[in-house]
Structures are given as C-alpha cells and as structure tokens.
C-alpha cells in the first residue's frame, strides 16, 4: 500500500484555541493515527514572526503550541512532530521557490490583498502601507513547509485553502520548469463539518484578535467564555435559528450529525440562547476536559517539549537534507568538477 503523507503547522503567534483545534490539530492527530500514513506536524515560528513582534508571545506561544499537540494525543513515535525554525533547509526551499513564484501569484494571496484593502478604506494613497515582504511571500514558505516533506494531504481550516492550493501551483511550475517530478501536487484536507469558527468579536475566531475561546480552561471559566458568544434578544421560548449566533456552528464542530440535528430543533423551540451556552460549554468540555491535566503537565515541565522537538528535529532534517539536495542539483546549483 503506498503510504499517504499529511503534514499542518499552526503559527506561533497565541494560545492555541477551538478554532486551530477543529479546523487543524483535531484532524491532523486523527488521520496521522490512520493506517497507512505518515504525518509531520509542526510550529510554524517563521511563520508566527511576520504577524507578531512580540518576542516573549512568540516564545510562550512556541510552547503553548508545542504542548497543545501533545496533550491532544499526538503520537511521537508515529509522527514527526518539530519547529519550523530548526529545519533551515526549509529556508534554503524557501528561496529557490521564490525564484520560480509570479509576483502576481502573491498579489492575490488574501491575507495580502486585506491589509491592501484595509490600506484604501483607511485612506491610505500608499497601499502597501505598511506590509512586510514576510506577508507578502507568506504563501511561499508554506510551500516550502509543505513541498519539503513530500505531503499530500494537507488538514487546514477553510482560511487557507487558497494557501495550499498555491503550494500546489508553485509545485507543478517547478516541475515543469526542471523536468523533474521533485515535488508532491499537495491538497487541502478540510472537514466537512466545520466551518470557520467565528470569534467572541463576530471576526473569524484567530490568536491575532484577541477574541477566542481558549482549548484549556476550567469549566467555570470557560462558562464564561462561552458567554460571550454573540446572540441576539430574543426571550426564551421565542423560535431561533441557527445563522443567529455563531455558538451553532461551533458546537457542530463538536458534536454528532445526530446531536446538531436536535440542537437545531431545540433552538427552533425557543431553547434559551443562556441554555444553549451551558449545552455548548459542556459539550466542549466533554472532549477537552481529559487533555487538560497534560497540558499544564508539559506547560510547567519545558524541557520535556524541548527534548521531543529536538529529536523530531533531527529525524526530520535527514528528510529534509535528502530532498533539498535533489532540488539544489536540479536547478543547477552543485559541487564542480
Ligand atoms: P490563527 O488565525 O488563530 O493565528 P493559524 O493561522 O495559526 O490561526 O491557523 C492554524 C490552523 O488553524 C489553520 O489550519 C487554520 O485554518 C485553522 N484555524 C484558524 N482559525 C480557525 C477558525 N476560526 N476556525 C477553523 N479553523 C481555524
Ligand atoms: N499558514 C498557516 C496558518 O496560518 C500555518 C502553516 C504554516 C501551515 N505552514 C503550513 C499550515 C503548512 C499547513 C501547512 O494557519
């Protein structure tokens, strides 16, 4: 049977929240424990610097990432779980891709096109007011990270489907370009019963906002995050639907067809929006609760992140060195003589 590579990284810019879990960690950990598949997951670091320049939430969010994975069942010895940071060869890829990418490519890659579009409502005549090259080529380091490890599924939530359909693009481009089959057409791998969570802000649920809800809290606090969810007034008893409020679509992500099926008629008979909240807090806390006490096991013990980081690190850079020896000879770039 030939073995079906997955590979997703979660940038390190936050705490880890029910976004990033249903729309990536939850289903990469679930297909890497398929059979018959080999898995590489990662924090994205480089990533983390181009929206962040924090350096101590950068550090603290290496490891609330790194503990995230591991306490919601990632198995080390089946998959290769490292920092971005610790691979360079990923750089190396880096450039070579960014030496094959069209400029227009970029220009429309939708986290450039936003801050351009954020630049001419503010009324900015530049519109690349202040946007970093990193932003920019964003999407070409994703590609390194993705094209380095040969991946072809690739678990994200639906914000970056168009990522990884440019990783795709600038694949093929290469291998046509150099006649050479180096690289895996990779594919997004999305669930199709979770949409993009919607945060506590009625914004897109993301470590960049401010307006999560954390994976690890206690169920009073997280009661009160819950909370906060956006609902409109209506009283109970009086029929809801379930475009009203975001807090539907986040316990879909949780529950059974069946469950979410019940929820929705519940609601349509005047379930109490503060009753739906303790439903939905509950429902969380039934699957997260479990992971919790290794969580803050591996937030007070870093080394033991470390020691795991480190050794995925070596195993997945004698991956990396092979592949990024193949490119380098391909493009031309050798030993003379
Ligand atoms: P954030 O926006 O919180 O910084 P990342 O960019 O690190 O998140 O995303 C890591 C993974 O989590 C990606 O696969 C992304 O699609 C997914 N993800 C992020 N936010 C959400 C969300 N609100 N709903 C579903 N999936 C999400
Ligand atoms: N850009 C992704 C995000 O912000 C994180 C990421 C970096 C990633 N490299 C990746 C995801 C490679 C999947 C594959 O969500």
Known sequence: MMTKRVLTGVTTTGIPHLGNYVGAIRPAIRAAQEDGV???LFLAN???IIKCHDPAMIHESTQAVAATWLACGLDTERTTFYRQSDIPEILELNWILTCITAKGLMNRAHAYKAAVQANLENGQEDQDFQVEMGLY???ILMTADILMFKAHSIPVGRDQIQHVEMARDIAQRFNSRFGKELFVLPEAAIDENVELLVGLDGRKMSKSYGNTIPLFQTPK???KSVNKILTNLKEPGEPKFKEESPLFEIYQAFATEQETADFERAL?????????????????GAELDGF???YHDLIAHPEKIEEILQAG????RVEARELLAQVKDAVGIRTLG
């Open 38 to 40: 080999e898995s590489y």
């Open 46 to 48: 480089y990533h983390g």
């Open 137 to 139: 080529s964003y999407p």
């Open 221 to 223: 606090q997280r009661q």
């Open 268 to 284: 349509n008979d005047g379930l109490a929006w503060g009753e739906a909240k303790k439903i939905l807090s509950e429902k969380i």
């Open 292 to 294: 919790t006490e290794k």
């Open 313 to 316: 690190a070596a195993k997945a």
